[in-house]
């Protein structure tokens, strides 16, 4: 059974920084690219940032480039998301992803 279980959200000023974590189980995640996609309140899930398997290559949305860094721990089974000077637009619910899987997300509150 395929679980992705997300944790590291909260509230936090603008500025700031987070971590968020992803603790997978069920398959093979050292095989496995991963996601990190994001939804705010009354828009569409967007995909944030993606790594490759090895954790050699990344990809990010403009909005984050500069300010997050995706990477892994395939030792641990984890991805992670280091969020970084974080904005109120960055407010949303994250999730971690693979192919059809994803979490149950966290939530990012960036408010002073």
């Known amino acids: 059974q395929v679980q992705l279980v997300e944790s590291g959200g909260g509230l936090v000023q603008p500025g700031g920084s987070l971590r968020l974590s992803c603790v997978v189980s069920?398959?093979?995640?050292?095989?496995?690219?991963m996601n990190w996609y994001r939804q705010a309140p009354g828009k569409g899930r967007e995909l944030v940032a993606a790594?490759?398997?090895?954790?050699?290559?990344?990809v990010y949305d403009d909005s984050v480039r500069g300010r997050f860094t995706i990477s892994r721990d395939n030792a641990n089974d984890t991805l992670y998301l280091q969020m970084n000077n974080l904005k109120p637009e960055d407010t949303a619910v994250y999730y971690c992803?693979?192919?059809?899987?994803w979490g149950h997300g966290t939530q990012v509150t960036v408010s002073s």
């Open positions: 992803n693979t192919g059809d899987s």
């Open positions: 790594i490759t398997s090895d954790g050699g290559n990344a």
């Open positions: 069920g398959f093979t995640f050292s095989s496995s690219a």
